[in-house]
């Protein structure tokens, strides 16, 4: 994979740029609470530079700082801001009711994975079982191709996209040309078959099954998943959870879709 073409560079604000990834390290659980100096380290900002974006967030109240613990935390607009953007995703509305049906009849922890950058996703909903329910945060993000949600999503990715993911992300560039192609071969069979399944792979000793979400313009930037520990379920018995993934995943595409058609 090191003969890939470096991608074109988007076009980007460098500021804005840097407010994004600070907001983003803040909502992490390890740097949730960080001095202006590990936020600099991090990633790797000139800290004149970083305070000046972080009193700019400061002061939208973006972030927080805490004069006693000399600490940023995430402010608190950030709260009515996904507040209002959760009455905006029309989505979720609809999807909320399935991913309690899935836990109950699975006893698993259910989840509703976004797209929400050309290399990233996050989880943006979950239920969780209450007795053996794996928990996990809203909110947490992983690489795209992380888990069988991100592999949902990438196999219905256009060529473009695709591509510029692969000629960007370190770990495909650094993957022999070998274990490049099983990717693609499995990405072809996710798409083929309308499901994934990981199994001890992005966290050690937990399995996924997800399925991906069509939107009306027959694009996936959203998976349902169900996530549990291995120790419940050998690979091999894992199919009448897929046949429940697979089944809901059709009836929330053609909800959304028909709720779209009568806007």
Same mark, same amino acid.
């Given at each position: 994979?090191?003969?890939?073409?470096?991608?074109?560079?988007?076009?980007?604000?460098?500021?804005?740029?840097?407010?994004?990834?600070?907001?983003?390290?803040?909502?992490?659980?390890?740097?949730?609470?960080?001095?202006?100096?590990?936020?600099?380290?991090?990633?790797?900002?000139?800290?004149?530079?970083?305070?000046?974006?972080?009193?700019?967030?400061?002061?939208?109240?973006?972030?927080?700082?805490?004069?006693?613990?000399?600490?940023?935390?995430?402010?608190?607009?950030?709260?009515?801001?996904?507040?209002?953007?959760?009455? @905006?995703?029309?989505?979720?509305?609809?999807?909320?009711?399935?991913?309690?049906?899935?836990?109950?009849?699975?006893?698993?922890?259910? $989840?509703?994975?976004?797209?929400?950058?050309?290399? =990233?996703? *996050?989880?943006?909903?979950?239920?969780?079982?209450?007795? @053996?329910?794996?928990?996990?945060?809203?909110?947490?993000? @992983?690489?795209?191709?992380?888990?069988?949600?991100?592999?949902?999503?990438?196999?219905? *990715?256009?060529?473009?996209?695709?591509?510029?993911?692969?000629?960007?992300?370190?770990?495909?560039?650094?993957?022999?040309?070998?274990?490049?192609?099983?990717?693609?071969?499995?990405?072809?069979?996710?798409?083929?078959?309308?499901?994934?399944?990981?199994?001890?792979?992005?966290?050690?000793?937990? @399995?996924?099954?997800? *399925?991906?979400?069509?939107?009306?313009?027959?694009?996936?930037? $959203?998976?349902?998943?169900?996530?549990?520990?291995?120790?419940?379920?050998?690979?091999?018995?894992?199919?009448?959870?897929?046949?429940?993934?697979?089944?809901?995943?059709?009836?929330?595409?053609?909800?959304?879709?028909? =709720?779209?058609?009568?806007?």
């Amino acid at each position: 994979m090191k003969n890939l073409e470096k991608p074109a560079r988007k076009y980007s604000v460098p500021a804005v740029n840097t407010a994004f990834r600070i907001i983003t390290l803040l909502s992490r659980k390890k740097y949730q609470k960080s001095t202006l100096t590990q936020i600099a380290n991090a990633l790797d900002l000139n800290p004149t530079t970083c305070f000046r974006i972080l009193q700019e967030l400061q002061e939208q109240s973006i972030v927080k700082y805490d004069e006693q613990s000399k600490r940023y935390i995430l402010g608190p607009y950030l709260v009515v801001l996904g507040e209002r953007a959760k009455e @905006f995703q029309y989505d979720l509305s609809i999807i909320d009711p399935y991913l309690e049906k899935i836990t109950r009849e699975t006893g698993l922890t259910s $989840l509703l994975v976004s797209k929400v950058r050309s290399d =990233r996703t *996050a989880i943006v909903s979950k239920v969780e079982d209450e007795n @053996f329910g794996v928990k996990i945060s809203v909110g947490r993000h @992983f690489d795209l191709l992380d888990g069988a949600y991100g592999k949902c999503i990438m196999a219905y *990715a256009n060529e473009a996209d695709a591509e510029y993911y692969f000629n960007s992300n370190e770990r495909i560039i650094n993957t022999s040309p070998e274990d490049f192609q099983a990717l693609k071969n499995e990405l072809i069979e996710v798409k083929k078959n309308g499901f994934a399944i990981s199994y001890d792979e992005t966290i050690r000793g937990i @399995f996924g099954v997800a *399925a991906p979400i069509m939107n009306f313009n027959n694009q996936v930037d $959203l998976s349902i998943a169900v996530v549990g520990m291995c120790a419940q379920y050998k690979v091999d018995e894992l199919q009448p959870i897929v046949d429940v993934i697979t089944e809901y995943s059709k009836k929330i595409t053609l909800e959304i879709n028909k =709720r779209y058609k009568e806007m």
